[in-house]
């Protein structure tokens, strides 16, 4: 009975020291995490947000300003080609109307709708020998069937007679004040991207800007808001 007892009693203090020695194994444990761990921190880099422009931070509707951005320093840097310039006049005078898409004033290749045809010089623009001018930038490389709005002047006679005449372009520098930004005269529609046409040798030269590095035009020019007054119900006036 005796000895069962105590057999009994050493197997209680056997658990006891087990669950001493436990404890100090698990504290001497916790003690090296957190040692290492504040000490592996004290270690690590001063650490900066990134502090990237990201896509979501624009503006939905002024994204397409910001397409070409990164040419923007190039641009302000390149050297100026006096010789082959286009000006406002020859600029209108390839548009059917004021707005309206620009026909194709060269050669093409017809069977296809354009896109990588096209977009191989009027991507990034630059000098083509055979046609001894500088390639206008599209302003929406995203719109790749070109054909569908861009054709080329196969006739000029009319197909019937109409009493059509042309819409004329809005004046320039229409500035609160001599020097302050001059408003944008056009619609942005398909002319989101304003550095495909207002910077680089293909620009022309009355709307070239002094400054494409700018970059976040729409910053300082504001779009002309004039409301268009409603002409009623269209009529077309064909005399017989
Ligand atoms: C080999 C390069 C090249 C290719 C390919 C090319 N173009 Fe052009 N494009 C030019 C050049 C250079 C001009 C300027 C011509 C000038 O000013 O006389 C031009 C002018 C234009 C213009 C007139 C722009 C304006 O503001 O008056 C349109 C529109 C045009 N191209 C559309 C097209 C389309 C659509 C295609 C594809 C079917 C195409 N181009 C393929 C080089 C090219
Ligand atoms: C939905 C119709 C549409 C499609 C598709 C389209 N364009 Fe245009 N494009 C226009 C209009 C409208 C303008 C005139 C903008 C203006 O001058 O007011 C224009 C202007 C241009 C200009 C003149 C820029 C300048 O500085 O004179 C070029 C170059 C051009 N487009 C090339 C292309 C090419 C290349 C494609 C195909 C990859 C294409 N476009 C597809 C409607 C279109
Ligand atoms: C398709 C080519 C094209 C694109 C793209 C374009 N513009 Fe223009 N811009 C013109 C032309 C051409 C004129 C001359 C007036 C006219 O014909 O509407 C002009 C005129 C202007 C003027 C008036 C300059 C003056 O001296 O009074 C400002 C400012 C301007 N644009 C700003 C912009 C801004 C900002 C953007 C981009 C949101 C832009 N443009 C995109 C072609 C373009
Ligand atoms: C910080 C304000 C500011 C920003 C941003 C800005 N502009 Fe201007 N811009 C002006 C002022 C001011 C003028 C008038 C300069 C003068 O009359 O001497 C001007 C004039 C112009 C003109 C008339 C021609 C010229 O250069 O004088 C055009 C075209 C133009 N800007 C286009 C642009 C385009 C495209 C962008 C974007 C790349 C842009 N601007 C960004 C303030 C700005």
Redesign the pocket.
């Known amino acids: 009975m005796c000895g069962q007892n105590r057999k009994g009693l050493r197997h209680i203090e056997d658990m006891k020291r087990f669950f001493i020695i436990f404890l100090f194994v698990i504290l001497t444990a916790s003690i090296i995490v957190v040692w290492s761990f504040s000490y592996f921190s004290s270690h690590e880099e001063a650490h900066i947000v990134n502090t990237k422009i990201s896509e979501s931070s624009h503006i939905p509707s002024e994204k397409g300003v910001f397409d070409r951005s990164s040419f923007a320093l190039e641009y302000s840097i390149m050297p100026l080609d006096q010789e082959h310039q286009?000006d406002l006049k020859t600029?209108y005078e390839?548009r059917a109307f004021y707005g309206a898409p620009?026909?194709?004033?060269?050669p093409?290749f017809e069977g296809s709708i354009?896109a990588k045809?096209?977009l191989?010089?009027?991507e990034n623009g630059g000098f083509?020998e055979k046609?001894n001018?500088?390639?206008?930038v599209s302003p929406h490389p995203d719109k790749l069937n070109?054909?569908q709005c861009?054709v080329q002047v196969k006739t000029n006679e009319l197909f019937s007679p109409s009493s059509f005449t042309s819409n004329s372009a809005p004046s320039l520098k229409n500035q609160a004040l001599l020097g302050s930004p001059p408003i944008i005269p056009h619609q942005i529609q398909l002319r989101e991207n304003c550095l495909s046409c207002h910077a680089g040798s293909s620009a022309v030269k009355e709307i070239r800007t002094s400054h494409p590095n700018r970059i976040n035009c729409r910053q300082c020019h504001v779009i002309n808001e004039k409301k268009i007054a409603d002409i009623g119900i269209f009529k077309r006036d064909i005399k017989q």
């Open positions: 286009r600029y390839n620009p026909s194709i004033p060269h093409v354009g045809e096209c191989k010089c009027h083509v046609f001018a500088y390639t206008p070109c054909v861009h």
